[in-house]
T-cell receptor, first 113, second 113 residues
Framework: GAGVSQTPSNKVTEKGKYVELRCDPI?????LYWYRQSLGQGPEFLIY????????DSGLPNDRFFAVRPEGSVSTLKIQRTERGDSAVYLC???????????FGDGTRLSIL | QKEVEQNSGPLSVPEGAIASLNCTYS??????FFWYRQYSGKSPELIMS????GDKEDGRFTAQLNKASQYVSLLIRDSQPSDSATYLC?????????????FGKGTKLSVKP
């Protein structure tokens, strides 16, 4: 597709469960970013990949959060032992490189019951 | 002081008027600046990027950057009801070396017919 694709669009799960969120960036974009957005707030940075490596993971809130991008294209954000406070919209963006405009997917709305 | 500050609004303007949205940032090393539009329940959509001091025009939109004052603004001419949305200001962290964006909370714009 032409844009950033995120799946699932919605995820509802119980506290303590494990979740995986997937992002397929725009073809040819080497940089990939994960953000999360809570109601009434701007997106908050989580992690940035340049190619296969995590260039900056300083935004991950704790060690329950982990992300991979094994082939430099699709990325998966993994959250272990989910907590109600993890509920948010998780946004993925991609760009041609650092400092270039970032284009966002439609997001995954995660709800932890 | 927050890294990127915006007036949360709501900013209400009549149809056909100029809407002026403002943003200040704290990191003097910031190099790249972006405006995103976000409709309710949707993901952010890039509308403008600006990298150097001065004005940049694209259709009805003009972005203005003043690095000395650490100030960036967005003007929307001939505002339309379809412009009603939250406008997010985003600044590239660490002078562009890492790529991740710091967002303001957004300004909610309402254009009245």
């Amino acid at each position: 597709g032409a844009g950033v694709s995120q799946t699932p669009s919605n995820k509802v799960t119980e506290k303590g469960k494990y979740v995986e969120l997937r992002c397929d960036p725009i073809s040819g974009h080497t940089a990939l970013y994960w953000y999360r957005q809570s109601l009434g707030q701007g997106p908050e940075f989580l992690i940035y990949f340049q190619g296969t490596g995590a260039a900056d993971d300083s935004g991950l809130p704790n060690d329950r959060f982990f992300a991979v991008r094994p082939e430099g294209s699709v990325s998966t954000l993994k959250i272990q032992r989910t907590e109600r406070g993890d509920s948010a919209v998780y946004l993925c963006a991609s760009s041609r490189g650092p400092n270039q405009p970032q284009h966002f997917g439609d997001g995954t709305r995660l709800s932890i019951l | 002081q927050k890294e990127v500050e915006q007036n949360s609004g709501p900013l209400s303007v009549p149809e056909g008027a100029i809407a002026s949205l403002n943003c200040t940032y704290s990191d003097r090393g910031s190099q790249s600046f972006f405006w995103y539009r976000q409709y309710s329940g949707k993901s952010p959509e890039l509308i403008m990027s600006i990298y150097s001091n001065g004005d940049k025009e694209d259709g009805r939109f003009t972005a203005q950057l003043n690095k000395a004052s650490q100030y960036v603004s967005l003007l929307i001419r001939d505002s339309q009801p379809s412009d009603s949305a939250t406008y997010l200001c985003a600044v590239n962290k660490d002078g562009g070396s890492q790529g991740n964006l710091i967002f303001g909370k957004g300004t909610k714009l309402s254009v009245k017919p």
